[in-house]
């Protein structure tokens, strides 16, 4: 088993920036891929970003391009979203997310292990 622990989040102002980051313990090497998904109130989960086993690539929802970077340390069991520019729309809770075998997809069907999530507020 793995599990997924969310640091990181807390209020900032439009603009500002936040850097999440996201444990991973257990059976690490059993982990693949692994992405960052976010929920907003009322909103179904949608998918941030995902970076690759090794983090030599990485992939982003359009709406994140330029503005947020997904990078991993495979050697301390760790992923990172450093989010720039931050706009009102960006508040969410954060999840952080690890697939067992890697594929392409960006679905959350598709991953096997989530973390409990962190809040993320951009004040205007």
């Known amino acids: 088993q793995v599990q997924l622990v969310e640091s990181g989040g807390g209020v900032v102002q439009a603009g500002g920036s936040l850097r999440l980051s996201c444990a991973a313990s257990?059976?690490?090497?059993?982990?693949?891929?692994m992405a960052w998904f976010r929920q907003a109130p009322g909103k179904e989960r949608e998918f941030v970003a995902r970076?690759?086993?090794?983090?030599?690539?990485?992939y982003y929802a359009d709406f994140v391009k330029g503005r947020f970077t997904v990078s991993r340390d495979n050697a301390k069991n760790t992923v990172s979203l450093q989010m720039n520019s931050l706009k009102p729309e960006d508040t969410a809770v954060y999840y952080c997310?690890?697939?067992?075998?890697?594929?392409?997809?960006?679905?959350?069907?598709?991953?096997?292990?989530w973390g409990q999530g962190t809040q993320v507020t951009v004040s205007s």
């Open positions: 997310a690890a697939q067992r075998y890697a594929t392409r997809s960006v679905s959350s069907n598709s991953f096997d292990y």
């Open positions: 970076i690759s086993a090794s983090g030599g690539s990485t």
């Open positions: 257990g059976r690490t090497f059993s982990i693949s891929a």
